[in-house]
């Protein structure tokens, strides 16, 4: 594809592909934008004809907003800060491949070393694929170290080939099970939306990039949340309302039956289970429960 060809007023956007691009379409989709991708193309598809998506790693994401590629791209902060790139920030969107945690790059090393902070690798080898943020953390400690760049199965190379690793992890599984032992966190790193300079200054770039802001935050928002209906004896209703959670405010109106009112509010899906049969109990009938795609505040 020329990106010359394309006109001027679509926002072209970078997705992440690999291990990140399925949590990016969920979150897309439920923000509204439904994008489709066969599996050896770059290029999804989407029914708006105002975007154009291109899949493309999320190391190379921010050099090429930054040199105007791409309007908006979606990226870790920790490949932003990698590739000291010149970018708008737009927001933070707390998602991963596996969790809604942050990532971490993180310090390791096996188990059985005899290191126990960063101090303790002067004159060693550590392996990694974020060289230059590794490499401005020992800076930082005043520790001189050879630093490699790793392209990939980083976490056997300790300690037959190398001392030491910096290497991102959610859950630390995967650091565990190749009997690896975290001595200290380099950066946690969200995804982050981010524009080019020249695309944020143009009115018309500008308020695409922040419609899209809009409904990517309220989907993100939406994450572990869950609407609840419910049919309420007026008699009942104080009773159910005590069991509702104190920090909510649900809605409430009369149905045509006056003696029966409506109940309807946003709670966390970790509640729902307890909080149903305590509901029935308490005099709730006819209870829904519904998924959210997104919540705007």
Not at 3 to 11: A, E, K, R, Y
Not at 62 to 90: M, Q, R
Not at 137 to 159: I, M
Request: aromatic residues 6%; glycine residues 4%.
């Amino acid at each position: 594809m020329n990106w010359n060809d394309i006109d001027d007023n679509v926002l072209k956007i970078g997705l992440p592909k690999g291990s990140l691009q399925d949590a990016t379409f969920r979150l897309l989709a439920k923000a509204g934008f439904h994008f489709s991708v066969s599996h050896r193309s770059y290029f999804p598809s989407i029914d708006d004809d105002e975007i154009q998506g291109t899949l493309i790693r999320a190391q190379e994401i921010a050099k090429y907003v930054e040199n105007g590629v791409f309007d908006v791209g979606l990226t870790g902060k920790d490949w932003i800060l990698e590739t000291a790139s010149d970018v708008i920030e737009i927001t933070e969107l707390t998602y991963a491949k596996s969790t809604s945690r942050p990532v971490r790059w993180v310090l390791a090393v096996p188990n059985d070393s005899p290191v126990k902070s960063v101090k303790d690798l002067q004159g060693k080898r550590i392996a990694t694929e974020v060289v230059n943020i590794t490499k401005n953390y020992l800076a930082e400690h005043r520790v001189e170290a050879s630093v490699e760049f790793s392209w990939g199965a980083t976490e056997v190379k300790a300690p037959t080939l190398v001392d030491a690793i910096v290497e991102v992890t959610e859950t630390g599984s995967s650091l565990r099970a190749n009997n690896l032992r975290i001595i200290d966190t380099l950066l946690v790193s969200r995804t982050m939306l981010i524009a080019n300079k020249r695309s944020w200054q143009t009115p018309e770039k500008k308020e695409k990039i922040e419609n899209l802001t809009m409904l990517l935050k309220g989907a993100v928002e939406s994450e572990g949340l869950v609407g609840l209906k419910m049919n309420v004896p007026k008699e009942k209703l104080d009773l159910v309302m005590k069991q509702l959670p104190s920090m909510k405010n649900p809605t409430i109106s009369p149905l045509y039956d006056n003696k029966w009112m409506a109940v309807e509010t946003i709670i966390s899906e970790k509640e729902v289970r307890s909080l149903i049969p305590s509901l029935k109990r308490a005099g709730a009938q006819d209870i829904i429960e519904y998924p959210l795609n997104k919540v705007i505040y």
